[in-house]
């Protein structure tokens, strides 16, 4: 089993940032992949970022230029950047966990932008 701790939603404007932290119990590096998802009410979980064992990553179109996803392997920490933001990143932001073939998820940490 892994534990997932996010951290550092809030309330931020539009054109601020907020920078997420996930936080694992477990190695990072034992991970396939990790990966920032985001949901709204009433859509499906999608993905913002995500970043392989090897360190590649891949970012949704909306999160390309605005968003940074990296990680800190000594404090199994991973991270995501948001800048600039808009009112329509406003969501559940989720952090992801595969290995083999498990998904781990943590509990959520709320991300709203006013406009």
């Known amino acids: 089993q892994v534990q997932l701790v996010e951290s550092g939603g809030g309330l931020v404007q539009a054109g601020g940032s907020l920078r997420l932290s996930c936080a694992a119990s477990g190695s990072i590096v034992s991970a396939t992949s990790m990966g920032w998802y985001r949901q709204v009410p009433g859509k499906q979980r999608d993905l913002v970022a995500s970043i392989s064992r090897g360190g590649n990553t891949v970012y949704a179109d909306f999160a390309k230029g605005r968003f940074t996803i990296s990680r800190d392997i000594a404090e199994n920490t991973m991270y995501l950047q948001m800048n600039n933001l808009k009112p329509e990143d406003t969501g559940v932001y989720y952090c992801?966990?595969?290995?083999?073939?498990?998904?781990?998820w943590g509990q959520g940490t709320q991300v709203t932008v006013s406009s």
């Open positions: 992801n966990f595969k290995r083999l073939f498990n998904d781990y």
